[in-house]
DNA sequence: CATGAATGAGCATTCATTCAT
DNA sequence: GATGAATGAATGCTCATTCAT
């Protein structure tokens, strides 16, 4: 069962899953402005008025998609104390999240589409800042261990370089893909 | 008497500066979709019918912003024999990069936003590989008097670093950019 | 609990029939192109999106009642065995068709605007073809036993007379009106 | 040289001649409302603007021509007394005016247009009138020297089965065309 | 005379949202 | 809870007409 899935099953109301499981496809795949409330709901096989119920507007969907890719983005850090984090946990956690892009190319579709959606910017900003933020803290003891001071640039720069080739797979998904995680992996982890 | 063809030219290619720079400035803020031709040409101070002069459709306006950008990005490489680049030469070449997307980020956003347009995403497809190919044909003769026998995934994973950054810049434009080019120079140029 | 599908189904079809019969009346008095949806909305007492509802484009519209006048016109046709025409059902028969005509001169007008609707023309031309065939074929073995061997040519004369003095009806209203269908009908059936 | 291009060129202006001509060509192909007055400029290889200068609207545009086809079918009246007409003038009246059709399906196109567009209705109207009273006037001798003695509604039902043709001549062009006008001369002709 | 840039009203169509049932 | 008919504002685009040059 992909990860996805398990997060939105969170939300006990079968009915609001299946509305955000159609969003989540339909946004990913055709855009959010091209995406009607009717495509929506004909996918999640209920009436339109329906998603009124569950939703107060068409943005709402996508902001409960938004905080749901951030719990589920919080629930892929690795269970380890970060004081005794070790290169290959690194490694493991990196190789994860880059697997469940590939797996699932609509989830990052759709956070990449918040970058570029202005009208939401203000209310991702925070959540994006404060995922950075979490993954700092929590690789920062490694990187303090092996000697570098000031870890925070650093960590910064894994993780553009990360996003990067998350944006780049999207587009292009060239073969190299694979060949490239390894490449960011020996320059940023293995130092 | 008619206006000589050479004022009339004149006027049409200002004309068509104003409002592709309207365009530029509404897309980058609020998204292709989400903007309208009647905020065009409000914001280019001409009526909406005058636009259909000069550009067939919304679209057309979208895609001419993006050839423009294109050929901005491939002027923007340095003017050096590939065989002759030294290390300065490539650090130079971002720099300047990226301080034209400090100075213009409404052009980097644009870029970003074809990403995330499922509907013009296969007219920019070529633009963007192409554009990749040139760099890694550009920088492969470096690479390759550097050591590296495939320096293709290493330039792209250079290109995706840089990529990140730039959309993390555009999002959250958070004080440790020039330090993170740094890192990034030093990973991936000084080798 | 939602309507039951019977009404509904009985106010769609009612609400649709209200959307036709404003078209028909306004496409016959100011014709196809010099109609707008608003009006066919505005005349029917309903909203113009909901016209979308029913409908997927003002085209389709007319050719709804396009072909609802062709079933008309067949419908029309006497029910009896070509072998068994006699004068006089022929002559009922053209009698009743135009009678039809001043009860409703709208069809009539709606039926010559398709011959001057250049880009409907196609979508016409068929079903004006299938309608003349199916009456040359009625109307033959009454010609044949009267002695005409070839009676499409003489079949089409009568059919071409009836539509110019349609036609004419139509624009001129001329009291002689009935007087000449007489005439026609001494030329083209008493042999 | 076809007849329609002897009469444009009473008006002198040769400019306005080859508007009415790219307007004739152009209403007769796609119809009025689908002719812009753009495209009747750059048929007749002048600007739009000047079209202004010699009609007052494309509406304007359309009664000149009307009114120009009106003064041909007059020309195309024969020259004879009407108190010496045989058979055979008014037979070759008839084969002369089908022949125009054929020739210049253009001219009829247009002619029948008229009738479908009720904003210009009113106009036409009289002109229609007058023509018909022209010709009755002009064959009553002749029908009265045969025995008829109210021709007016026997000529009526000879102009309308001829326009009745003309108008499945411009749908459907079927090969039985010639046959036809024969039938029709044979049934009002010769009696 | 002649041009074509410019306007503004109008058009078909879409769609998020509401609401009676 | 559930439906889908209905609304109305907005959108991209067209085009007859005007007018400065």
New interface residues.
Partial sequence: MPRSKKILEQIKNEKKQQILQSALELFA??????TSVDQIAQKAKI?KGLIYNYFKSKKDILLTLVNSLFEQMDLALPQVKPSKLTEEDIERYILTSMQALEQNPQNI?LY??L?????I?EL??PL??NY?DKIVNFLSPYYKSRGIHEP???I??L???????S??Y???Q?P?YK??IK??IQ??VYI
Avoid at 115 to 119: G, I, K, S, V
């Fill in positions: 795949r055709k855009g959010y402005h091209a009436s579709k990449f589409m970058y570029m959606q202005p009208d910017e991702v900003k994006v800042e950075i925070r640039s650093h910064l720069s993780i553009a370089s990360l996003d990067g080739l944006l780049h999207i587009l292009l060239y190299e060949e490239i490449t960011i320059k940023f």
